[in-house]
């Protein structure tokens, strides 16, 4: 999270438990349903950032919900909540006609496939590595895979902070 923009000049879009995390976020995608979620089958998160950096407080599916809803987040996931006004259904089947394909490995990829879709031409990705010796070397291709459509289709792309993104190893 020190790859985190604070003074970022344009949306900024997090996953899973950012709503909890991140004190500056527009919106917020979920790949998976809330209560999959690690944090919320503890019963509780770590705060990363500001003076309560890694006090522990409880959480679970309905005040995250809360959390989401009072921040008044655009909520963009795969699974429904109807009750929840922020909600927005990820547009799968649209952006499969769209691209042709279906390979999402992971959030970062849907998030990377919508901005797509919605015509974003400018995309930075902050705290995304994608390690090679962690479960997200199995996410990197899908991740790679929509960068590079991104720019084939013209739009800029820039990592910021230590990534395995689109980087040739030594």
Known sequence: FEDYPQDFDG????????AVKLPRLDRLFMADTISYKTDIKNGF???LMGSDAGKKFPIDE????KVI?????????????????TYEPYPLKEIVEAFGTDYFSNCIAYMLAYAIYKGYNDITLCGVRQGLLTEYAFHKGSVEFW???????????????DSHLLHTPD
């Open 62 to 65: 309905e005040s995250y919900k």
């Open 147 to 161: 960068l590079g459509l991104a720019v084939g289709l013209g739009a800029n792309i820039h990592i910021k902070g």
């Open 69 to 85: 809803t009072e921040r008044k987040l655009p909520f963009v996931s795969c699974h429904q909540y109807l009750d929840m006004p």
């Open 11 to 18: 949306e900024v879009w997090g996953l899973n438990m950012a």
């Open 45 to 47: 998160y770590t705060v």
